[in-house]
Every structure is written in structure tokens, then in C-alpha cells.
């Protein structure tokens, strides 16, 4: 079996770039993420039963986390993709958490306490319980 090179056996400019990149794609991926959050109509989605969004979110995350661990397992340099990986999955598992809250808030006002309501900056925008 063979082992994978390690990054510290890199030069320092493939290093960096290797790093860079990484982090480029994570940061691309989490800022995608949020707009998708922010863009899409999840307050449109009333006909549609809170136990099918669940199951769609949960079997997003599952696929995703999957193919993140078969990403690592194939890449050269390991590490750096657990990071970015990690750097993918966690804002996604937050902002699934994040619209299942509001999802069933706008199911059912009273079980967020205070009705949900839109930034300051927008209508669309869900992001505080304020009242």
C-alpha cells in the first residue's frame, strides 16, 4: 500500500499554492452556499410537508459528506482537502439548520417563539427573530 506524499515534502511555493487554492474553493463554495440561502423561496415552499424538506436537506448533507470523504481518499495530499471539505460541509450543515428553523416557523409561528422577520437591508432576507 502506498502512502501519500506529504505536503511538507512539497516546495514551499507548490505549498502555498496548494493552500490557496484550497481555500479559494472552500470559500467560493460557503459564499454560493449563503446566496443559495438568501435567494432561494423558501418562504414559497408552504405546500410542500416539513418531513420531505428534512429528508431533502439530510440526503444533500449525506451525499455531499460522502463524496467529500471519497474526495480525500483520492486526493494526493490529503490533508489540505479535509480542511477544504470541512470548510464546505460545516456553513452547509448551518445553513440546512438554518432554513429547517425557518421552515418550521413558518409552519407554525408560535414554535420559534417570535415570528421571523427580514433584515434591515431587505424583505427576501431571512435572518433574525425579532419582533
Known amino acids: 500500500m ?24 472552500a470559500s467560493a463554495t460557503t459564499i454560493v452556499l449563503i ?31 460522502a463524496y467529500q470523504v471519497s474526495a480525500i481518499i483520492r486526493h494526493p495530499h490529503s490533508g489540505v482537502r479535509a480542511i477544504e471539505a470541512l470548510a464546505i460541509t460545516v456553513p452547509l450543515f448551518l445553513l440546512l439548520f438554518a432554513a429547517a428553523y425557518f421552515l418550521m416557523a413558518q409552519g407554525d409561528a408560535r414554535s420559534g417563539g417570535r415570528p421571523l422577520r427580514g433584515c434591515p437591508g431587505g424583505e427576501a432576507v431571512r435572518c433574525s427573530a425579532g419582533g
Not at 502512502?3 to 487554492?21: D, M, V
Not at 410542500?48 to 459528506?65: D, P
Open 35 to 65: 446566496a443559495a440561502y438568501y435567494l432561494l423561496p423558501l418562504d414559497r415552499l408552504s405546500g410542500v410537508s416539513l418531513a420531505v424538506s428534512l429528508a431533502v436537506g439530510l440526503l444533500a448533507l449525506t451525499a455531499i459528506a
Open 2 to 25: 502506498t502512502t501519500a506524499p506529504s505536503i511538507l515534502a512539497s516546495p514551499k511555493a507548490q505549498r502555498r499554492q496548494l493552500l490557496a487554492i484550497g481555500l479559494l474553493r
